[in-house]
């Protein structure tokens, strides 16, 4: 069984581009939910993706936008970046809706905006 | 508001000792989850807490669940070095899908 997986591992930007970020889900999970983790701080959900379509978002603005494909796996798009979005971003897949059932967590990407 | 406090924040430990972190959450929740993170990794599942009371124990780590005053405790038994890292306790608010974390509490075990 493959675990959550996540690409790139590290990546820089300057502010004003933008960015895609990969996650495949765990085998058998159909809920891919992603988390930004500033440096200090607890992460903090940005949304969640079941059976491709989102099924809740938190207090992130337009600019993060995401997909899930049909083989459940997810990008993470963020565009105009700014010097805050600095960030380790973490995907979880779950096997149904995330408040049900426990999430796994990939490895993380390490976004450098400058 | 959901809202999760940990204290303490920073705890740094002798070899041997004890201690106990604590997590305080808003609102109703009968599933709290407690994390392990080292520096620049991804997150470590560490326990699932699903009902009022429960205890789970593994190695040194203990923790507990008091639902009715919505806080949960990750005590420390014997701390070695291998431990250090930081600690995150999570829990589903109300009715929604999205897991909140406390700010952590990053733990230095020293020799």
């Known amino acids: 069984e493959t675990g959550v997986t996540q690409s790139p591992t590290h990546l820089i930007k300057t502010r004003g581009q933008q960015v895609t970020l990969r996650c495949s889900s765990q085998s058998g999970h159909n809920t891919v939910s992603w988390y930004q983790q500033a440096l200090g701080q607890g992460p903090q959900f940005i949304f969640q993706?079941?059976?491709?379509?989102?099924?809740g978002r938190g207090n992130f603005p337009p600019r993060f936008s995401g997909l899930q494909f049909p083989n459940y796996s997810s990008e993470l798009n963020v565009n105009a970046l700014e010097l805050d979005d600095s960030a380790l971003y973490l995907c979880?897949?779950?096997?149904?809706?995330?408040?049900?059932?426990?999430?796994?967590f990939g490895p993380g990407t390490r976004l450098t905006v400058t | 508001e959901l809202k999760v406090e940990q204290n303490p924040l920073f705890l740094s430990m002798q070899e041997g000792k004890n201690y106990t972190i604590y997590c305080n959450y808003s609102t109703t929740s009968d599933r709290l989850y407690w994390y392990r993170q080292d520096p620049g990794k991804s997150l470590e599942s560490l326990f699932v807490l699903l009902s009022n009371g429960a205890v789970k124990q593994e190695g040194r780590l203990m923790a507990s669940l008091d639902t009715k005053a919505r806080l949960s405790t990750l005590h420390i038994t014997a701390a070695v070095h291998d431990l250090s890292a930081t600690y995150f306790c999570a829990y589903y608010g109300g009715a929604t899908n999205k897991l909140i974390f406390g700010t952590g509490t990053l733990l230095a075990v020293q020799p």
């Open positions: 979880a897949s779950s096997s149904g809706l995330a408040g049900i059932y426990e999430q796994y």
């Open positions: 993706y079941y059976r491709e379509e989102e099924n």
